[in-house]
């Protein structure tokens, strides 16, 4: 066993855990990183240029916002947007201080700074990290939080792989959890470990969830990468299917590009992308390798993001992050964004913004938290699902399953009570053997932890979408097509054997910022909490 004792332990190596590192390192903590697989090396934001949502301070900044806004169903907050910008503008400039070049844009218009070359981005970020003394565990995917006499999160432990899978331990003052969201094995480019693993963590040592309702982001891609592997020249084209002009098997154009698609495939259409501007050549060995047909058109799929698109995750208390739990902080996919994306999800650069604000947030609080704390003499792990000495599930069977109510259109996309019911009902009944019954050793036991994840994860989701009954952002529901002013509010969810779900109660008064528009005191664990209204079961 490999036990290590830190200030702050980071959890997770995309762009949001190191942003957490690098913030908490320059304020005098002592940090470690542990990646499910390889700090940096992996994730949504490696391949291709992506956008940022780094636009300077003026006008130009005040229409992004209103912008954001319009986009974010009403639940967006002005004053988080503004935040995000301002941290992201800040660090952009240390990036290239840092010896980073910014990839220049074709349109003379866009703002400077705008696009990130993920792979290039990452690599300097690890270097960033080796400078600054971080300790980076790759390849150590956490299986528990520890939680110290008080309830406080105090470190977490796992396996690493070798000869033998061995278990790690590192007892910290404070967590920083940045393991991504959940796209429940899709094949979506960029998350093959986003399963949930961070959201069930947090929520076995008592942190609430909010937004969960809005995981049903989808995004296009080509039709043939299904079954395997994206390639790099399926994945050159994203960019193109993000503005090419898009029809149904008729030849019918669909209006509203990405909505309308998903709308068309779900009842049963096939859906062509028409590039524009593509070489000869280019469109010669495209059509060569079998991305374009005879037509000349691409034929496209529907890929469910989950929340790494979406807007839900671990619920903050406060500005810093924090979670609702003592000792544990949020940044990146894993945590809500609802303030800044709404309720429709990360679109134009938001998430890569949010990545690096939260980031710098989270490691500022978590290093301050040890400064008034100190590292706790002895923590304990936190009990969870999935860690039998022997499984008695196969983690396939409850992936398929979970895979059968969250992968198809007609489940994450156009919902009904019917349906949320059904799901409910079937995957609310195999909870109890899957929490109880899988586990193993070394690989089998990680893989058992990401099944039972995904499974909370499709839970907390689903029953979320039944008690919202509106459609709103990426939440669509067949039976309540309109947007409803009376749900222009948060919804938060817990538990995980029995799971509540509470509307957060609208402020009496205008608030300046809305992540916590009234404020009780304090509970137990030290953490102020929203106002909450229970809502009324649903009957099944």
């Known amino acids: 066993m490999t036990e290590i004792e830190t200030d702050v332990l980071v959890l997770g190596g995309g762009p949001a855990g190191i942003w957490a590192a690098l913030s908490a390192a320059a304020d005098g903590a002592r940090v470690v990183v542990a990646d499910k697989g390889r700090c940096a090396g992996g994730g949504p934001a490696v391949d291709g240029i992506r956008p940022l949502w780094n636009t300077p301070s003026g006008p130009a900044r005040e229409d992004a916002v209103r912008q954001a806004l319009r986009h974010s169903g009403g639940l967006g907050d002005p004053l988080w947007m503004r935040r995000v910008l301002d941290e992201t503008h800040d660090r952009a400039r240390d990036l290239e201080r840092w010896g980073y070049r910014f990839p220049v844009s074709r349109r003379a218009a866009a703002p400077a700074g705008a696009r990130l070359d993920g792979a290039r981005y990452l690599r300097l970020l690890r270097r960033r990290l080796r400078l600054s003394g971080v300790l980076i565990l790759d390849h150590h995917p956490a299986l528990q939080l520890l939680v110290d006499a008080s309830d406080a999160v105090a470190g977490a432990c796992g396996v690493y792989p070798g000869e033998r899978y061995r278990s790690w331990t590192v007892r910290a003052g404070a967590v920083v959890m940045a393991t991504g969201g959940c796209a429940f094995r899709s094949a979506a480019v960029g998350t093959e470990a986003a399963t949930g693993d961070g959201l069930l963590m947090a929520a076995e040592a008592g942190a609430r969830l909010s937004g969960m309702e809005f995981a049903g982001a989808y995004g296009i891609a080509v039709a043939h990468t299904a079954a395997g592997p994206i390639d790099r020249s399926a994945l050159a084209l994203h960019p193109v299917l993000r503005t090419a002009p898009l029809f149904d098997e008729s030849g019918a154009a669909l209006p509203g590009h990405r ?263 304090p509970d137990r664990s030290g953490v102020a909490r929203p106002d909450l209204t229970p809502v009324d079961p649903v009957p099944m």
């Open 259 to 521: 909505s309308a698609a998903l709308v068309a495939l779900a009842a049963g259409k096939r859906v062509f992308a028409e590039p524009t501007g593509l070489l000869s050549a280019t469109r010669e060995r495209l059509t060569r390798i079998g991305l374009l047909d005879a037509t000349g058109r691409i034929p496209i799929r529907a890929v469910l993001e989950g929340t790494v698109r979406g807007s839900g995750g671990i619920a903050q208390a406060g500005p810093d992050c924090a979670a609702t739990v003592p000792g544990l902080y949020v940044a990146g996919d894993v945590a809500d964004r609802q303030a800044v994306s709404g309720a429709a999800g990360g679109a134009s650069g938001r998430h890569a913004a949010w990545a690096i604000a939260s980031g710098v947030w989270a490691g500022r609080g978590a290093a301050a938290r040890v400064r008034e704390r100190g590292v706790p003499a002895r923590a304990f792990p936190v009990p969870g699902a999935g860690l039998a000495a022997r499984s008695m599930v196969d983690p396939r069977a409850v992936i398929g399953l979970v895979q059968e109510h969250t992968l198809p259109l007609r489940r994450s996309y156009l919902r009904s009570a019917g349906s949320l019911r059904d799901s409910i009902g079937e995957l609310d009944l195999i909870w109890p053997g899957a929490r109880l019954d899988l586990g193993g050793r070394g690989p089998d036991l990680v893989r058992a932890r990401e099944a039972a994840a995904m499974l909370a994860v499709a839970r907390w989701s689903a029953h979320s979408a039944l008690v919202r009954a509106e459609s709103r952002g990426l939440h669509h529901r067949t039976d309540h097509p309109a947007l409803s002013p009376q749900w222009r509010t948060r919804l938060f969810v817990e538990g995980l054997d029995d799971i509540l779900v509470e509307r957060e109660r609208p402020a009496a008064a205008p608030s300046t910022t809305r992540w916590s528009p009234a404020v009780r005191q």
